[in-house]
C-alpha cells in the first residue's frame, strides 16, 4: 500500500462513514435526538460509537492516499484507537465492570432500564464489531499474506454480524439484532458496520469472499448478479413481510411463511431463468470470438508466412553483402566461437571456411595480446559498438595488424569487420622517415617551402626567408601569416586557408600579391596541402617568387587593347569578372542584351548577383581554380533582371587584365535546348519502363517488317511458343509458322494501310494444353500520319479462355441433367395414372355395390403396386443426385 490504486468506492464509504459518525456527535454535543438516530422514528447511536465509526472510516481514508511515516502514524493511532474502545467497551459487558468510559465524552440522561442497563454505552454486537475492525486494520500493517488473511476474516466477520442485525429489523427477529444481550444495535449502525466492512475488505479484493464478486470471469460476475439480486429480494421480501403483518394482511405466521417461501420459490425461478439466459449469451459471444480467434490465426498464419519469405529474401540480400565485402568480415558468440564468415577473412587469415568455423577467434589473435587483455574480459565489457587495433595470427603463424569495427547484437553475437593495415603501418614508417629527408631538402632547397599551423609559420627553409627580407627565425612562430601578403590579397588568403584547415580541399595553388618586411609588394606563387601535424591541422607547402613573370605579363597589356574592339562587337555575351572578388570589369552590349539589363546596371553588379544563392559557393570554387587553357562548355544556371531562370553554358579562360587576374567568358543561352533533351530523355525512360515491365509482349518493326524494337515479354514468348531467340534487324516473317503466315501476312497488309487490326490465338503446348494470346497490330504513324512501321502486341488470355470453357462444360453437363430429370418424370406420371385409375374404377364398384368381395382385395394390389412405382421413382431419383 505504498502507492495504492485509489478506489472510489471505498473513499465514498470512507467519507460516508465520517460523516454520518460527525452528526451523531454533533447531535450528542448540541442535545439534538434527532441527529443522534440520523433516520426519524429508528434508535439513537450512541457517542462511542460514531467516535469509533469516525476514528476507523478516517483510518480506511488514509489507504487511498501516498503512504509516508506521519500518514503511518496516523493510521495506527486512529485504528488502535477505535480498537481500544471496542475492546474496553466488550470487557465491561463480559466481565460486569464499568470504567466510565461510556459516558466520558457525552452525558446520557436516559434513566437506566432492563433494556437499557447502562445509559451511554453501546450495543454488544456493536463493540465487538469495532474491535474486530480496529484488529483488521492494526493486521494490514504487517504488509504479509497471513496477516493479510487473518484481517480479512475480522472485516468477513463484522459483515456477517451486521448483515444478521440488519435480518432481524427486517424480519423483525430480535435475536439476531439483540445478539446474547439486551442492548440491540441501532439499524443504521448495523447498516454502517455493513458497508464500511466492504470497503475495508476491498483493501485486498484478490483475498477472501471479496475475491468472489470483484473477480473478472464469468463466476465472478455470475455470483455479482446473482448475489445483488437475492440481496435484494431478501430485503424487498422481508419488508413485504412486515408490512403485511403490520396491516393484518394473513391470519397467521405460517401463512405468511408461507407466501413468503412460495415468492422466494418464483423469484428464484426468475433469478435461475435471467442468468440462463445471459450465460447462454455469453456462451454465443464466446463462440463468435472463438471464430474469430480462428480466422485472426488463419489470417496470422499467412502473415507469418509472408513475413517468412521476406525474411529469407533478406537473408540473401545479406549473405550476398557479405559474401562480396571487400572487408573481412566473421561473427562470434558470447563464447568467442566463430559462428560464420565471409570470404575475405578466409584470405586474410589464410584459413579454409570450415576450418575457419571450427575455431575460436583466440585461435586467430596474437597470444601477447591476450594474456594482458582476455578475450572474455573484452566480449562481456562490449556495450554497442566499438572501433580499435588488434593483432591478429595467419595460419602459418605470421603476426599482423588490422583495424577493427565491432558491433554486438541483441542475442550476444558480436560482428567484426576487420581490415589488414599492414601496409598503412608500413607507410607511417616510411613517412617518418620521409619527415628527416624533408628537412634535409628543404634546407638546402632554392623553392620556399614552409609549414604553417595556428595562424604561424611553424617552419619556413632560408629560401621562402629570404624572399620576403626576413630571417626564418623572424618568420617561425612569431608574426600572423597575412604579414607576408599584401592587404588586397589578404581575403583570398584567409580563404584559401580556411578551405584547408577544415578540409573542404586538400591542396590549393594560387598567386598572391606578397608584402616585403620593407613594405615593398612582390608576387608570389604558393602550393599548398593539407596534412595533420601532432593531431591538429596544418599546411605544407611550397613557394617561388613569380614577380619577374609578372613583369612580363604586364607588357602583355598593350596587346590586350587590340582585342577591346572584338569583345564589344562580339554578338555572343561575353564578360571579364575580377577573380578576387568576381566584380564585373567589361561587359559587352549582347550580354546585357540577354540579362534584361542595362550595360551600365551590369558593370554595377557582381557576378554572384547573376547566380542562384544555392550556386554561389559553387561559382566561388570555379574562380579559385586556374584556367590557362579555354575551359570546355560548362552548363550552369543564370538570373535575368526580372528573376527569370536560365541555363547557360560557358566558354572561359583566365588572362591578367591591367595587372589583375581577370576571367574571360562566353555565355550561351541553352535553355530551351536542355528542356527539350530532358523532356526526350523522361519520355524515353517512361516508355522504357512501361516495355520492361508490362505483361504484354511488344515487337516494332519497319514497314518491311524488319525488327527494330522488341520488350524482354517478347523475349519470354518467342523462345516458348517458337523455340526461338528474337534478334534485332532480322525479318518478323522469320519467326511464323508456314501454316499461320498467309494469314499475318493479310493482316500486317491491312495495318500498314493505317487500320488497327485485333484477333485471338491458340498456340498448343508441349503437356498437352491450349495457350491463347490477343494479338493487336497496329501502325505507327509520325505527326504527318506516315506509317512509320508497325508495332506487334502479345496478350496471354489463356485464363480467360479456360474459365470461359469450363462454364460452357458446365452449362452442358447441366442441361443434359435437367433433360433426365424431364425424361424420368413423364415416365413415372404414366406409371402411377395406371394404379390410380384402377383404384378409382374400382371405388366406383364398391359405392354401387358395397358387399362385393374381390374389390378390396384388388384395392390392396393396386396400392402396393403404386407404393413399388414410389419406391423406384425415389431410387432413380436418387441416382441422378
Known amino acids: 500500500?505504498?502507492?495504492?490504486?485509489?478506489?472510489?468506492?471505498?473513499?465514498?464509504?470512507?467519507?460516508?462513514?465520517?460523516?454520518?459518525?460527525?452528526?451523531?456527535?454533533?447531535?450528542?454535543?448540541?442535545?439534538?435526538?434527532?441527529?443522534?438516530?440520523?433516520?426519524?422514528?429508528?434508535?439513537?447511536?450512541?457517542?462511542?460509537?460514531?467516535?469509533?465509526?469516525?476514528?476507523?472510516?478516517?483510518?480506511?481514508?488514509?489507504?487511498?492516499?501516498?503512504?509516508?511515516?506521519?500518514?503511518?502514524?496516523?493510521?495506527?493511532?486512529?485504528?488502535?484507537?477505535?480498537?481500544?474502545?471496542?475492546?474496553?467497551?466488550?470487557?465491561?459487558?463480559?466481565?460486569?465492570?464499568?470504567?466510565?468510559?461510556?459516558?466520558?465524552?457525552?452525558?446520557?440522561?436516559?434513566?437506566?432500564?432492563?433494556?437499557?442497563?447502562?445509559?451511554?454505552?453501546?450495543?454488544?454486537?456493536?463493540?465487538?464489531?469495532?474491535?474486530?475492525?480496529?484488529?483488521?486494520?492494526?493486521?494490514?500493517?504487517?504488509?504479509?499474506?497471513?496477516?493479510?488473511?487473518?484481517?480479512?476474516?475480522?472485516?468477513?466477520?463484522?459483515?456477517?454480524?451486521?448483515?444478521?442485525?440488519?435480518?432481524g429489523y427486517l424480519y423483525g427477529v430480535s435475536f439476531f439484532r439483540v445478539f446474547l444481550y439486551r442492548t440491540s444495535m441501532a439499524t443504521h449502525t448495523a447498516l454502517l458496520f455493513f458497508v464500511l466492512s466492504i470497503g475495508a475488505s476491498l483493501l485486498n479484493p484478490g483475498v477472501g469472499i471479496t475475491s468472489l464478486f470483484t473477480g473478472k470471469q464469468v463466476g465472478n460476475q455470475m455470483a455479482k448478479r446473482l448475489f445483488g439480486l437475492m440481496l435484494l429480494m431478501v430485503i424487498l421480501f422481508g419488508s413485504l413481510r412486515m408490512q403485511t403483518q403490520r396491516l393484518g394482511l394473513h391470519s397467521s405466521a405460517d401463512v405468511g411463511i408461507s407466501i413468503l417461501a412460495v415468492c422466494f420459490l418464483l423469484v428464484s425461478l426468475l433469478l435461475i431463468w435471467n442468468t440462463a439466459n445471459w450465460l447462454n449469451s455469453i456462451d454465443k459471444k464466446r463462440s463468435e470470438a472463438e471464430q474469430e480467434v480462428r480466422r485472426m490465426n488463419a489470417d496470422l498464419e499467412k502473415m507469418v508466412n509472408d513475413r517468412t519469405v521476406q525474411y529469407q529474401k533478406s537473408e540473401e540480400k545479406y549473405r550476398s553483402l557479405i559474401e562480396q565485402a571487400s572487408d573481412a568480415i566473421f561473427v562470434i558468440d558470447n563464447k568467442g566461437s566463430i559462428i560464420d564468415a565471409n570470404?575475405?577473412?578466409?584470405?586474410?587469415?589464410?584459413?579454409?571456411?570450415?576450418?575457419?568455423?571450427?575455431?575460436?577467434?583466440?585461435?586467430?589473435?596474437?597470444?601477447?595480446?591476450?594474456?594482458?587483455?582476455?578475450?572474455?574480459?573484452?566480449?562481456?565489457?562490449?556495450?554497442?559498438?566499438e572501433m580499435r587495433q588488434r593483432n591478429y595470427v595467419r595460419k602459418k603463424g605470421e603476426v599482423f595488424p588490422a583495424e577493427i569495427n565491432l558491433k554486438k547484437f541483441a542475442d550476444d553475437r558480436i560482428m567484426i569487420i576487420a581490415r589488414d593495415i599492414t601496409s598503412r603501418k608500413k607507410m607511417e614508417t616510411e613517412l617518418r622517415e620521409a619527415e628527416l629527408k624533408f628537412r634535409t631538402i628543404a634546407d638546402r632547397s632554392m623553392v620556399g617551402v614552409y609549414i604553417a599551423q595556428n595562424d604561424r609559420f611553424t617552419y619556413v627553409n632560408p629560401r621562402f626567408a629570404a624572399v620576403f627580407g626576413y630571417t626564418p627565425e623572424e618568420l617561425t612562430n612569431t608574426v600572423p601569416l597575412e604579414t607576408v601578403f599584401h592587404e588586397s590579397f589578404r581575403p583570398v588568403a584567409h580563404e584559401n586557408i580556411r578551405k584547408r584547415m577544415v578540409g573542404e580541399v586538400d591542396s590549393v595553388h594560387y598567386e598572391a600579391l606578397g608584402r616585403k618586411k620593407d613594405g615593398t609588394p612582390n608576387w608570389v606563387e604558393f602550393y599548398g596541402s593539407r596534412a595533420i601535424l601532432g593531431g591538429e591541422p596544418a599546411i605544407i607547402g611550397s613557394m617561388i617568387d613569380i614577380t619577374e613573370r609578372k613583369q612580363a605579363e604586364e607588357a602583355l597589356k598593350s596587346s590586350e587593347l587590340k582585342y577591346k574592339l572584338l569583345f564589344e562587337s562580339n554578338p555572343t555575351p561575353m564578360w571579364m569578372i575580377a577573380k578576387d572578388d568576381q566584380s564585373i570589369i567589361a561587359v559587352n552590349d549582347a550580354?546585357?542584351?540577354l540579362y534584361g539589363y542595362e550595360k551600365e546596371e551590369l558593370l554595377q553588379l557582381n557576378a554572384r548577383d547573376i547566380r542562384p544563392e544555392e550556386d554561389r559557393k559553387k561559382q566561388l570554387d570555379g574562380y579559385r581554380t586556374d584556367l590557362n587553357t579555354s575551359s570546355p562548355g560548362l552548363t550552369v544556371r543564370h538570373l535575368k533582371k526580372d528573376g527569370t531562370l536560365?541555363?547557360?553554358?560557358?566558354?572561359?579562360?583566365?588572362?591578367?587584365?591591367?595587372?589583375?587576374?581577370v576571367r574571360l567568358s562566353m555565355t550561351?543561352?541553352?535553355?530551351?535546348?536542355?528542356?527539350?533533351?530532358?523532356?526526350?530523355?523522361?519520355?524515353?525512360?517512361?516508355?522504357?519502363?512501361i516495355l520492361k515491365n508490362t505483361d504484354t509482349a511488344y515487337v516494332l518493326c519497319d514497314p518491311e517488317l524488319n525488327i527494330l524494337a522488341f520488350n524482354p515479354k517478347a523475349e519470354e514468348f518467342v523462345k516458348d511458343q517458337y523455340r526461338d531467340v528474337l534478334a534485332k534487324g532480322e525479318k518478323l516473317t522469320v519467326y511464323f509458322p508456314k501454316i499461320r503466315f498467309p494469314k499475318f501476312a493479310e493482316y500486317t497488309s491491312e495495318v500498314l494501310s493505317g487500320h488497327a487490326f485485333s484477333y485471338e490465338v491458340n498456340y498448343p503446348q508441349t503437356d498437352g494444353s491450349v495457350s491463347w494470346f490477343y494479338v493487336k497490330l497496329v501502325p505507327i504513324t509520325n505527326e504527318g500520319d506516315e506509317i512509320l512501321g508497325l508495332m506487334v502486341a502479345f496478350y496471354d488470355i489463356t485464363e480467360r479462355k479456360n474459365a470461359e470453357q469450363h462454364l460452357k462444360d458446365a452449362y452442358e453437363r447441366i442441361q443434359a441433367h435437367i433433360d433426365s430429370i424431364k425424361e424420368m418424370a413423364w415416365k413415372q406420371s404414366h406409371l402411377i395414372r395406371s394404379p390410380l385409375a384402377n383404384l378409382k374404377g374400382l371405388a366406383a364398384m364398391l359405392k354401387d355395390d358395397p358387399a362385393e368381395p374381390d374389390v378390396f382385395e384388388h384395392m390392396e394390389q393396386e396400392l402396393n403396386r403404386m407404393d413399388g412405382i414410389l419406391m423406384d421413382m425415389a431410387k432413380e431419383a436418387s441416382y441422378h443426385d
Request: glycine share 6%; with cysteine; net charge neutral.
Open 1 to 167: 500500500m505504498d502507492n495504492p490504486q485509489k478506489n472510489k468506492t471505498i473513499i465514498t464509504i470512507s467519507v460516508v462513514t465520517i460523516a454520518a459518525g460527525f452528526i451523531v456527535m454533533l447531535g450528542w454535543i448540541l442535545n439534538l435526538p434527532a441527529l443522534e438516530s440520523l433516520v426519524p422514528g429508528f434508535e439513537g447511536m450512541r457517542f462511542n460509537a460514531a467516535l469509533c465509526f469516525v476514528l476507523l472510516g478516517l483510518a480506511l481514508l488514509l489507504t487511498q492516499f501516498k503512504r509516508s511515516q506521519a500518514g503511518s502514524i496516523i493510521f495506527f493511532f486512529l485504528a488502535a484507537s477505535g480498537t481500544f474502545i471496542g475492546l474496553i467497551t466488550l470487557s465491561q459487558d463480559l466481565f460486569h465492570y464499568n470504567t466510565g468510559l461510556d459516558q466520558l465524552f457525552a452525558t446520557d440522561r436516559t434513566v437506566p432500564s432492563y433494556g437499557i442497563p447502562y445509559p451511554g454505552r453501546m450495543a454488544f454486537n456493536a463493540s465487538a464489531n469495532f474491535f474486530l475492525l480496529g484488529v483488521g486494520f492494526l493486521a494490514l500493517k504487517a504488509k504479509r499474506r497471513g496477516w493479510i488473511l487473518f484481517s480479512q476474516l475480522h472485516f468477513h466477520l463484522v459483515t456477517i454480524l451486521s448483515a444478521i442485525a440488519l435480518i
Open 343 to 385: 570470404a575475405s577473412m578466409c584470405l586474410m587469415v589464410g584459413y579454409e571456411h570450415d576450418e575457419l568455423l571450427r575455431l575460436n577467434v583466440a585461435s586467430i589473435l596474437d597470444p601477447e595480446e591476450l594474456k594482458t587483455e582476455p578475450l572474455e574480459r573484452r566480449i562481456l565489457s562490449l556495450k554497442d559498438t
Open 591 to 593: 550580354a546585357a542584351s
Open 646 to 661: 536560365m541555363f547557360i553554358q560557358i566558354n572561359a579562360r583566365d588572362i591578367i587584365f591591367e595587372g589583375r587576374p
Open 668 to 689: 550561351l543561352d541553352v535553355t530551351e535546348k536542355l528542356m527539350a533533351e530532358e523532356s526526350l530523355r523522361k519520355s524515353e525512360a517512361n516508355l522504357q519502363t
